[in-house]
């Protein structure tokens, strides 16, 4: 609902184009262009064929969401669109997910390179710091090779899952890094900064010690805590996959991953959020953590340093003694 209100906010006060609109609670569709929820559509599907019907254009945002059921009604209502655009950051990696898009919008017609974004100034430009410190001695290594022992005896164990609790969620050291990271970028004048966790634990463990606000699907302040961050009330905020995709939230100059991984669409969505042209901002710093207790850290590691490499964005490699 946030994304949609965002979106008819663009249109009629950078573009001028009095928009009309479809929600839950709004059904203005007297207007050249309409801006709408998918979610609403489809609901609506049976009191909503007549108009659908007299669409020339259809534009879909996210539309890597837009495989299946879903927009094959909503697709097959428009009957009269000349023209379907899909909008994607990510596209689907396997084969299916791609197929399952490409039959409404057809094969991707044009990537825009980050680089391309960057170097004509629509997106800020970007540094990747790459944290290395000695938190990888926890102990996990010897518990992980048990793990895949009994995975590979028929347990099926979410191997990731538990690594992760012990050797990221739960890493003092690690997290303390995290902290250290935190308090330079705030004593250096830093403001704006965004840290990314992926469990509600961790954003807990985060939260009490920096002293910084959480915010997850569970919070029920999320949007007043979203506009403070917005309008510089508060400096920084911890966020879970809430923030992924769907919001919008402006001023973000430091990005600090805390939570691993190595999956792109996740990855590129966390640095989008950042890569936001504002007034007075150049680069926006990014700081990574590198894991390398288990070869599964290791794998996830390297594999984030592929990706920043193949976007083009410039990686340095610092201890955490510098900070």
């Known amino acids: 609902m946030e994304l949609l209100t965002q979106t008819i906010e663009r249109f009629r006060d950078k573009l001028g184009i009095d928009v009309g609109e479809l929600s839950t609670s709004e059904q203005n569709l007297k207007r050249h262009v309409t801006v709408a929820m998918t979610q609403t559509l489809y609901s609506r599907m049976e009191k909503l064929a007549p108009y659908l019907s007299t669409v020339e254009c259809v534009i879909w945002d996210e539309c890597q969401h837009a495989g299946g059921k879903t927009a094959e009604v909503i697709l097959g209502k428009c009957t009269g669109a000349i023209f379907r655009l899909g909008l994607t950051g990510t596209v689907p990696p396997n084969e299916p997910d791609r197929l399952s898009i490409q039959q409404f919008f057809g094969p991707v017609s044009y990537r825009v390179p980050n680089e391309y974004l960057i170097d004509h100034e629509y997106s800020s430009g970007i540094q990747i710091y790459m944290v290395r410190g000695s938190w990888s001695d926890t102990g996990v290594g010897p518990e992980v090779q048990r793990l895949v022992m009994l995975d590979n005896m028929g347990m099926r164990l979410n191997l990731w899952h538990e690594a992760c609790m012990m050797g990221i969620v739960k890493n003092e ?146 201890n955490i003694q510098e900070f």
């Open 173 to 318: 050291a690690r997290n303390a890094a995290i902290h250290k990271v935190l308090t330079s970028i705030l004593r250096t004048g830093g403001s704006g900064v965004l840290i990314f966790v992926d469990y509600i634990e961790h954003g807990n463990i985060l939260s009490e010690l920096t002293g910084v606000p959480f915010v997850s699907s569970e919070s029920q302040d999320r949007n007043e805590l979203f506009s403070q961050f917005k309008s510089g009330k508060i400096d920084c905020l911890i966020t879970s996959p809430i923030l992924d995709e769907g919001v919008d939230v402006s001023r973000i100059h430091h990005i600090i991953f805390s939570s691993g991984r190595k999956s792109k669409i996740k990855l590129l969505q966390r640095i989008g959020r950042g890569l936001r042209k504002e007034e007075g901002k150049t680069v926006m710093n990014l700081y990574d953590f590198y894991d390398d207790e288990t070869p599964m850290f290791t794998r996830h590691t390297k594999k984030r340093l592929e990706i920043y490499e193949s976007e083009g964005f410039p990686v340095e490699i610092k």
